[in-house]
Nanobody, 110 residues
Framework: VQLQASGGGLVQPGGSLRLSCAAS?????MGWYRQQPGKQRELVAQ???????NYADSVKGRFTISRDNAKNTVYLQMNSLKPEDTAVYYC????????WGQGTQVTVSS
């Protein structure tokens, strides 16, 4: 599975960004991880076939993951962004092995 992510950038605190990730084929689940400098990669959000979603506590209520099955694309809508959301965000797909896309930088700064 090949994954192509897009949508990162620089945004001020309180702002919004939407990340997109297009997959070459569908998987059982798709999601987003992020990695901050000096820290381990952590799961941000996951969406499983059937629409079940799972979020890290730190982003609940602010981020929304969604999926367009017809386009094999997953989105991450990020609202009320905070400086601590700054990281490289990676999309992934479980198909059933875990596949990774390239990272996209999200920087939240004034």
């Amino acid at each position: 599975v090949q994954l192509q992510a897009s949508g990162g950038g620089l945004v001020q605190p309180g702002g919004s960004l939407r990340l997109s990730c297009a997959a070459s084929r569908s998987g059982n689940a798709m999601g987003w991880y992020r990695q901050q400098p000096g820290k381990q990669r952590e799961l941000v959000a996951q969406i499983i076939s059937g629409g079940y979603t799972n979020y890290a506590d730190s982003v609940k209520g602010r981020f929304t993951i969604s999926r367009d099955n017809a386009k094999n694309t997953v989105y991450l809508q990020m609202n009320s962004l905070k400086p601590e959301d700054t990281a490289v965000y990676y999309c992934c797909a479980w198909a059933p092995d875990l596949y990774w896309g390239q990272g996209t930088q999200v920087t939240v700064s004034s």
